[in-house]
Nanobody, 136 residues
Framework: VHVEESGGGSVQAGGSLSLSCSVS????????MGWFRQAPGKEREGVAG?????????ADSVKDRSIISQGSARNALSLYLHMFSVKAEDSATYYC?????????????????????????????WGQGTPVTVSS
């Protein structure tokens, strides 16, 4: 599995950002995809997740000001995150990930004990991430 994020950069507080991710080599038709972020000196945290049927889940910190969406192209899945009314605390390196899904579990994102999960499954493939800096 190859994961590649893009779209990061500098943004003014109160503005918006749009991130993209491409996941190739992933063969699960039923899956969860998600965005995570990690600020310097802090643990990685979940931001938003989406199930292959389109059901979404958001962390409280970004809920109501973020939209996660997905797409597909030949041999690759695409994941997007649009965030508006950004704050200084949104500054972080953003990562996306994909995992297979067995049932109808929600695709919430969370990290615990050094591992990160979407739904019930741990993530074992990460990209390089894309850094976002929010300036006031």
């Amino acid at each position: 599995v190859h994961v590649e994020e893009s779209g990061g950069g500098s943004v003014q507080a109160g503005g918006s950002l749009s991130l993209s991710c491409s996941v190739s080599g992933f063969t699960y038709s039923r899956h969860c995809m998600g965005w995570f972020r990690q600020a310097p000196g802090k643990e990685r945290e979940g931001v938003a997740g989406i199930r292959s049927d389109g059901t979404t889940s958001y962390a409280d910190s970004v809920k109501d000001r973020s939209i996660i969406s997905q797409g597909s192209a030949r041999n690759a899945l695409s994941l997007y995150l649009h965030m508006f009314s950004v704050k200084a605390e949104d500054s972080a390196t953003y990562y996306c990930a994909a995992v297979g899904r067995q049932g109808h579990e929600p695709c919430g994102t969370h990290c615990s004990g050094g591992y990160c999960y979407i739904g019930f499954n741990a993530i074992n493939a990460w990209g390089q991430g894309t850094p976002v800096t929010v300036s006031s």
